[in-house]
């Protein structure tokens, strides 16, 4: 482990957010097998029961939108020669989502709000990192100063009118990067935007393709197991895998290891 981390990373879908991603992109197929696609449905192997959240997690979970439409039509068996399908679904998934988080179709995860304020309280930089274009519409969305006062959490890092997206000491979400998960190319960025070392840097993450792109980095990673799937966080090599941001040792975080809270 790190003699201090100093940076900690955050992925926003599944760690910050329970955004509609998985929602939409099970959605947006169901609707193109239901109508323009009904024709060659029969030569997949795809059924509204077939597209599970285990699915979503092992295939697309953490990968940009082009990347994750391909995964889930070659998972699914969809043929699609000319690549227009996997256009033709991204951009469904898109549209769909937009449709979600306007009806305000999300919320943030407490433990994880909880948990990025105790950070920055600690003196840890924090940057958003996530393969997502539409990240920092749900991030805009969210009060901190609401919802630390609900909590009852004093802190001097939160003030009036702040919003999750302000909180973040450097934002590198929706950029436009060479290569996605599980190759660390985000997550370097993320921590040369922060002026921190790789090796002083934690990752919070909750898919096992951006576990295995912190630990490429050179970096620590906490996997989140919000889905049941610990185990393929722990096969991703996870130094520690919770099920709450609650369970962290924020102490034990600053003095550079990574430790579950005693007690």
Known sequence: MAKRFEGGIFDVDGVLVDSPHEKSWRESLRELMDSEWRDI????????????????????SGKPRMAGAHAALTYFHVPDEEGK??????????DTLIRLIDAGDFHAYPDALRYIIAVKDAGIGTVA??????????????????FAA????????????????????????????????????????????LGVA????????DAAAGVEAAKAGGMAAVGIARADDAALLEKAHADLVVTSLDEVDVTALAQGRLEVRRG
């Open 41 to 60: 449905r029969d030569q997949t192997t795809w059924s509204p029961d077939a597209f599970t959240s285990q699915v979503y997690q092992q295939e697309l």
């Open 85 to 94: 399908r996997v256009e033709e679904y991204a951009q469904r998934k898109q």
């Open 129 to 146: 990192a996530s393969s997502s274009k539409n990240a920092n519409l749900f991030l805009r969305q969210i009060r901190l100063d609401t």
């Open 150 to 193: 609900e909590q009852g959490i004093s802190s001097p890092s939160v003030h009036p009118g702040l919003t999750l997206l302000d909180y973040f000491d450097a934002n590198v979400s929706g950029r436009d990067f060479t290569h996605g998960k599980p190759h660390p190319e985000m997550f370097l960025a993320a921590a040369h935007e």
């Open 198 to 205: 790789p090796e002083n840097a934690v990752v919070m993450e």
